[in-house]
Every structure is written in structure tokens, then in C-alpha cells.
């Protein structure tokens, strides 16, 4: 089992670009986690996902934030237009029994 | 409001100490706890589980659970130096499908 795969492991954009963070679920898992993590807020949930359905979506900062899980394995976070503050590390968990994290994606806005 | 709380540390513990971590969460009916280790730049690493009352042991790593006083510890054995990092308390809540709540982390350093 390769574990949750996250891409980008890192992203450097300039404000105003859209971003796109890709996560792949280990196999057989049915939760999906977006998470965010910088130094002055810490880990910060942003949205989860059940079988494929949003469950809970107050932890999305902004309007510019959005996830979509199309199927059962894979998640998308985009964030349009990007800004400075956006800037953190963005971590996607898959959960069966237990949550496993992915290694990250270290997102920089310029 | 549902919470876990840590003590941020950090606790400096000697090598081959007994390192202690503890925390306290908030929803009494909560059922599932865990124990995340991150080292820095790193993502979290679950590292215990435990879901009844009681001690569960693993190598080095001991986890704590008392429901009744709505705590659960985290002991480390003949610490080293590979452990410094910082530990995230999780607990999935109860009526909160799958999600976690985690604590703010407690950073470990062990000193040769």
C-alpha cells in the first residue's frame, strides 16, 4: 500500500493564480480530510468528506477555497485567486479504521 | 464547544528518561483516541490508538486512557533523541462521523 499520495509536494505561485492540490485515498478508506498547517494557527480542518459526500465545509477559509471528490480514490483543493495568506502546508488524510496522513503539499504565495 | 487540550510544552526530558504526555478532551461519549508523533516538516504519524479504558502498550510507547476523567497520556520508555518532536492528541467525537479534534500538540525535546 503506497499510502494517501498527495501532488504537488510543493507549489510556488504568484498572488492571483489558481492552485490545485491533488490527494489519492489508500485503497478501501471512505474519509477524505483537507487540512492546513503553518506555524501560528496550527493543524487547521478544512473540510471532510464521507463516501464521496461534503460533510462539513466550515473550516474553508473564503469562497476562494473549494474541494471536489469526483470518485471514491481522489480529491481536488483549489484555491482561486491565491493570496500571500494562503501560504501553509496542506495535508490530505485518508480514514478507514484509523487516519493516515499524506506528506503535504508546502504551498508559497508570492 | 468540543476541545482537546495539550500543554504546548516543551518538555525536555533526559535520554533514557520516562517522557509524559497528556491531555484532555471535552465530549465525555467520545470513544476513539489517538496519538499522532510530527517531526518538523514532516506530516503526523499515528503512532498509538486506544479505545477502552485502561493501558495499551506498544514497543517503547504506552497509552493511557480514563474515560471517566476524560483523559488519555501518552508514555514514552528510555527515551531518545529520535523522539523529540511534537505530539498531536486526536479523538474522534462522539456523533462526529469520522472526524478528529486535535489538540495543539506537545513538543518533546530529549537531551543526551
Known amino acids: 500500500d503506497a499510502g494517501v499520495i498527495q501532488s504537488p509536494r510543493h507549489e510556488v505561485t504568484e498572488m492571483g493564480q489558481e492552485v490545485t492540490l491533488r490527494c489519492k485515498l489508500i485503497?478501501?478508506?471512505?474519509?477524505l480530510f483537507w487540512y492546513r498547517q503553518t506555524m501560528m494557527r496550527g493543524l487547521e480542518l478544512l473540510i471532510y468528506?464521507?463516501?464521496?459526500?461534503?460533510?462539513?465545509d466550515s473550516g474553508m477559509p473564503e469562497d476562494r477555497f473549494s474541494a471536489k471528490m469526483p470518485n471514491a480514490s481522489f480529491s481536488t483543493l483549489k484555491i482561486q485567486p491565491s493570496e500571500p495568506r494562503d501560504s501553509a502546508v496542506y495535508f490530505c488524510a485518508s480514514r478507514g479504521n484509523e487516519q493516515f496522513f499524506g506528506p503535504g503539499t508546502r504551498l508559497t504565495v508570492l | 464547544q468540543k476541545e482537546v487540550e495539550q500543554n504546548s510544552g516543551p518538555l525536555s526530558v533526559p535520554e533514557g528518561a520516562i517522557a509524559s504526555l497528556n491531555c484532555t478532551y471535552s465530549d465525555r461519549g467520545s470513544q476513539s483516541f489517538f496519538w499522532y508523533r510530527q517531526y518538523s516538516g514532516k506530516s503526523p504519524e499515528l503512532i498509538m490508538s486506544i479505545y477502552s479504558n485502561g493501558d495499551k502498550e506498544d514497543g517503547r510507547f504506552t497509552a493511557q486512557l480514563n474515560k471517566a476523567s476524560q483523559y488519555v497520556s501518552l508514555l514514552i520508555r528510555d527515551s531518545q533523541p529520535s523522539d523529540s518532536a511534537t505530539y498531536l492528541c486526536a479523538v474522534n467525537f462522539s456523533g462526529g462521523y469520522n472526524k478528529l479534534i486535535f489538540g495543539a500538540g506537545t513538543r518533546l525535546a530529549v537531551h543526551p
Open positions: 485503497s478501501g478508506h471512505n474519509s
Open positions: 468528506f464521507n463516501n464521496n459526500v461534503p460533510i462539513d
